[in-house]
């Protein structure tokens, strides 16, 4: 098993910026792809980032492309979302997800994780 923590929502303006984190443990974490997906009130859950097991490859949602970054640090077991530019559409519940999976495909995201945290509230108001 592999647990993970979500920290770091909160409220934030339109434009502004906030740094999720996911802590992980139970497993080497270096082993697992790590991602990022949202929920937002009546919508299904969609991917947002993902990244391989060294940091060395990123892929993003064309709606976060150029504003938000996933980075991970596997000396702490962690994986991070630098969101920048925030908008009113990326109000949502984010979660950590972990996967020995990385990519479906070559431009396809895995997006059938094993492991998920419990979602950390973001809401930007406008």
């Known amino acids: 098993q592999v647990q993970l923590v979500e920290s770091g929502g909160g409220l934030v303006q339109a434009g502004g910026s906030l740094r999720l984190s996911c802590a992980a443990s139970g497993r080497t974490f270096s082993n697992y792809a790590m991602a990022w997906f949202r929920q937002a009130p009546g919508k299904e859950r969609e991917f947002v980032a993902t990244?391989?097991?060294?940091?060395?490859?990123?892929y993003y949602a064309d709606s976060v492309k150029g504003r938000f970054t996933i980075s991970r640090d596997n000396a702490k077991n962690m994986v991070y979302l630098q969101m920048n530019s925030l908008k009113s559409e990326d109000t949502a519940v984010y979660y950590c997800?972990?996967?020995?999976?990385?990519?479906?495909?070559?431009?396809?995201?895995?997006?059938?994780?094993?492991?998920w945290g419990q979602g950390t509230q973001v809401t930007v108001s406008s």
């Open positions: 997800a972990a996967d020995q999976n990385f990519m479906a495909g070559r431009t396809t995201p895995n997006l059938n994780f094993d492991f």
């Open positions: 990244i391989s097991w060294t940091g060395g490859s990123t």
